[in-house]
């Protein structure tokens, strides 16, 4: 079955699928579990879908929205009137700027806030330490779920936790939002939203975990997502019988997923653990036969050994180390001297502070976003005004190694891409340091891979300083770091070998990442497939 024949076929099922529809679903499923990250793609199709109102009939006969938001009122009243909750009563309408998508007939846009009622005033958070004498029955929640036992509780009864802080709310590594249930405590970490009913609890829990929550979030090194932010969230609110229905549906599908997941972890616990024996053949072969071998394991067998495009990446990483060992060449000495960086540099100079814009007829400005990725990207140039003399001081040229030197990411501290002609004569931004070699003795390319390599990554980590989570490198902690240094010719001859893996690996990422999009499709064939 083609992909653009699946997709029509889940264009035209309107029905839950029947015994008649079992073995072409079946096989979709096995084309689908054949495909990196195909479950979570399934999990994500099928939370967009039914946000939608595409996974469940809409019924004339159903109570408004309005009625259950009226029984939502009067809860939030009776429990800000004991002071549990807050109100929200002054929230705007959702504006039709803020819909993301159009609903089907029967269904409001509200606010969180007007169609949930926030309990955080009741969160009391204790302490790691004050735990450890107060361990009990009762689950503790923070973020991302229960973190501890304590021996008493706030809450008893059924209600939303949704993480306020954290990493998780960018990259969803797990739920934002989860139903706690029974009696339990709950930290500062945690927002606490009540309802009138338990079926429009679990469809707001599905909402949150299928809605974007980055414009909500402030913060970068500790992103936050505050109760007025929350509160002002739009959501799409079916009546509570479609809700209902959503929620069903939504169940009987996350059991599908749930078993395609099984599958696929199976085949990438496999998969993983020949990765692992391939790259470590890699970088442990003490022989050029042995190299030879291990390096025709995993060429044989890309597309098992390096299943996804992290698996890629890490396997870029491998080579990295293994070209600045040494590990390359068939040949090599193996005993290439140990150098620090300042006595192959002729210069350095911290960049510009200026401020800069979008004025073509000024100075192009290199900032990090421009050399991050290892090759100059001049998709996005800002501009600035200089003197002669300044502009002389600033000038790149080719050959220049433009580094890092503080950023918000630890992982892009200390690294950088080498000035080609394309940027000869721009200036560049000021958490940058223009490092100026003696390229007699090493080349620019050779610095920047070494920069990238494990064993240089490990010293970079040490000198790092944070302040406001912001993490800095200063040029004379740059100018210590050690790297590897043979002969110019043997670093021509390594990169070279380096450039033709890379752009062997390139050509599988490409191929994977379009898998990943095909995966995309089937899960949203699918998921509209099996829609009521």
């Known amino acids: 079955m083609t992909l653009d024949s699946v997709a029509g076929v889940g264009r035209s099922k309107a029905h839950v699928l029947g015994k008649q529809d079992e073995a072409w679903f079946l096989s979709l499923m096995s084309e689908l579990a054949a495909l990196p990250l195909g479950a979570r793609q399934l999990r994500q199709a099928v939370l967009n879908l039914a946000i939608r109102g595409r996974l469940a009939p809409q019924r004339s006969a159903d109570e408004p929205v309005d009625a259950l938001l009226r029984r939502v009122g009067e809860k939030r009243s009776f429990l800000v009137a004991k002071k549990y909750a807050t109100s929200c009563e002054s929230l705007a309408p959702v504006t039709d700027e803020e819909e993301p998508y159009s609903v089907p007939a029967g269904w409001s846009w509200v606010r969180l806030g007007l169609t949930s009622i926030c309990r955080d005033a009741q969160r009391v958070p204790v302490s790691k330490e004050q735990r450890l004498g107060r361990k009990g029955r009762f689950a503790y929640y923070g973020a991302s779920g229960a973190i501890d036992t304590i021996d008493d509780y706030i809450f008893d009864g059924p209600l939303l936790l949704v993480g306020e802080d954290g990493a998780n709310l960018v990259n969803r590594s797990t739920p934002i939002a989860f139903i706690a249930d029974g009696q339990y405590w709950v930290n500062n970490h945690a927002h606490v939203l009540d309802v009138a009913d338990i079926d429009h609890l679990r469809y707001l829990a599905l909402f949150i975990n299928a809605t974007d929550l980055v414009p909500y979030v402030t913060g970068t090194a500790q992103p936050k997502m505050n109760q007025a932010k929350m509160n002002m969230i739009p959501v799409a609110l079916p009546p509570l019988a479609e809700q209902q229905r959503i929620v069903a549906k939504v169940d009987q599908l996350m059991a599908l997923c749930d078993d395609l997941e099984t599958r696929q972890t199976k085949k990438r616990d496999l998969a993983t653990?020949?990765?692992?024996?391939?790259?470590?053949?890699?970088?442990?072969?003490?022989?050029?036969?042995?190299?030879?071998?291990?390096?025709?394991?995993?060429?044989s067998n890309l597309g098992v050994v390096l299943a996804t495009t992290a698996d890629v990446e890490a396997c870029r990483q491998s080579l990295v180390d293994m070209a600045v060992g040494g590990l390359l060449l068939y040949e090599a000495d193996r005993s290439w001297p140990v150098t620090p960086l300042g006595e192959v540099v002729a210069s350095t100079r911290y960049g510009t502070s200026k401020k800069c814009d979008h004025n073509p007829r000024l100075t192009p400005v290199l900032r990090i976003p421009n050399v991050v990725r290892g090759a100059l990207d001049l998709g996005d140039l800002k501009h600035a005004q200089f003197t002669v003399d300044e502009l002389a001081e600033l000038a790149l040229r080719s050959g220049d190694l433009l580094i890092v030197r503080s950023n918000g990411s630890k992982d892009l501290v200390a690294q950088g891409s080498v000035v080609d002609s394309r940027a000869e004569g721009f200036a560049y931004a000021g958490y940058l340091v223009r490092v100026r070699l003696h390229q007699d003795r090493v080349r620019p390319e050779w610095v920047r891979l070494a920069l990238r390599s494990t064993a240089v990554r490990q010293q970079v980590e040490s000198p790092i300083r944070t302040t406001s989570g912001v993490h800095n490198i200063n040029t004379k902690e740059l100018l210590a770091l050690q790297f590897p240094l043979p002969a110019r010719d043997a670093q021509d001859e390594a990169l070279a070998v380096l450039g033709r893996l890379f752009r062997l690996l390139d050509d599988l990422e490409a191929k994977l990442r379009k898998q990943e999009q095909t995966a995309t499709r089937l899960a949203e064939s699918l998921a509209a497939a099996v829609a009521a």
């Open 273 to 299: 653990q020949s990765t692992r024996s391939a790259l470590t053949a890699l970088t442990t072969a003490e022989t050029a036969a042995d190299l030879a071998a291990a390096w025709k394991r995993v060429d």
